[in-house]
């Protein structure tokens, strides 16, 4: 029985275990695909040594767990990640099509800046990188050779507080 034999007559029971494994992730057919992709594309010695110590199913479970739990799998990258970062203030303009947003971004991006001149000049220049900017954390961390932590710290607080005045004045 070769792999593509295998996984076809067991898929039910691998998809019920990796489906257990992640917890019922909404994107845990994505990675169940990418897992198939990735074994798939192992050389043949490999798929023939998962046969013959019946450790196939094995392979999709540990898999699975890694590349859900891991902040540095591919899963991560690919799916994950992009539904966890926190996007910057677009994730609060109001979606109706009446309104104008571009000329709405504008304006919450001056009044972003406006609000930013009261703050001292190193959390105003993190938060200026993360809000206007765009920049991660991380990415911010690297260019200043500062601690990740110590940007969520400094920039967090100033954030809330910016948005929650967003949502005050646009009453969303």
Do not use: G, P
């Given at each position: 029985m070769?792999?593509?034999?295998y996984?076809?007559?067991?898929?039910?029971?691998?998809?019920k275990k990796?489906?257990?494994?992640?917890?019922?992730h909404q994107n845990t057919d994505d990675l169940l695909n990418?897992?198939?992709?990735?074994?798939l594309e192992k050389p043949s010695e490999y798929h023939d040594s998962l046969l013959d110590n019946n450790k196939v199913q094995h392979w999709f479970t540990t898999s699975a767990h890694t590349q859900m739990n891991s902040k540095t799998s591919p899963f991560f990258y690919k799916y994950?990640?992009?539904s966890m970062r926190t996007t910057s203030f677009e994730e609060w303009m109001p979606v109706e099509e009446e309104v104008?947003?571009?000329?709405m971004a504008e304006e919450i991006k001056e009044y972003i800046s406006y609000q930013l001149q009261t703050y001292n000049v190193y959390t105003r220049t993190l938060a200026t990188e993360h809000?206007?900017?765009?920049?991660?954390?991380?990415?911010?961390?690297?260019?200043y050779k500062i601690n990740r932590r110590y940007v969520s710290e400094t920039v967090n607080p100033c954030k809330n507080e910016i948005f929650k005045k967003i949502?005050?004045?646009w009453n969303y």
């Open positions: 070769n792999m593509n034999d996984i076809t007559k067991h898929w039910a029971e691998i998809y990796v489906r257990k494994v992640t917890k019922n990418d897992l198939v992709m990735t074994l994950k990640s992009f104008d947003t571009i000329a809000l206007l900017y765009n920049k991660s954390y991380s990415e911010i961390s690297r260019e949502r005050e004045r």
